[in-house]
């Protein structure tokens, strides 16, 4: 194998772990939304976990974020909760920075 292969397939590596490493965080990230977002809508116990597992499985309708936050917008504004869209942008990249360093802690421990 010529080093020029031996290069391609690193490279080639290296990006499906950065993927693999991306799609974990930003799973991590809808998860810890929806656990917050439940407790804004007044869930508890076992819907608290259910309406995590919906909100991470709103991420697979569309590329990008606005699938996720129309989702919890919409859920939001049923039962009356006031949270701009903006106010939850913001809070949806505060988490992303925790799910990034929960992410790279686990991996840390490996």
């Given at each position: 194998m010529s080093s020029f292969d031996q290069?391609?397939?690193?490279?080639?590596?290296?990006?499906a772990?950065?993927?693999?490493?991306?799609?974990?965080?930003?799973?991590?990230?809808?998860?810890?939304?929806g656990i917050w977002a439940a407790g804004q809508l007044g869930l508890e116990g076992?819907?608290?976990e259910a309406y995590a597992k919906e909100v991470v499985?709103?991420?697979?309708?569309?590329?990008?974020d606005d699938d996720v936050l129309q989702k919890v917008s919409?859920?939001?504004a049923a039962k009356g909760v006031a949270i701009s869209d903006h106010s939850l942008r913001r809070t949806m990249t505060e988490l992303l920075?925790?799910?990034a360093q929960q992410i790279e802690q686990e991996a840390a421990k490996k």
């Open positions: 290069r391609e397939k690193s490279f080639e590596a290296k990006w772990r950065d993927e693999e490493s991306r799609f974990k965080v930003f799973a991590r990230r809808n998860k810890i939304l076992v819907a608290v499985a709103a991420d697979f309708e569309k590329a990008g919409k859920d939001f920075d925790t799910a």
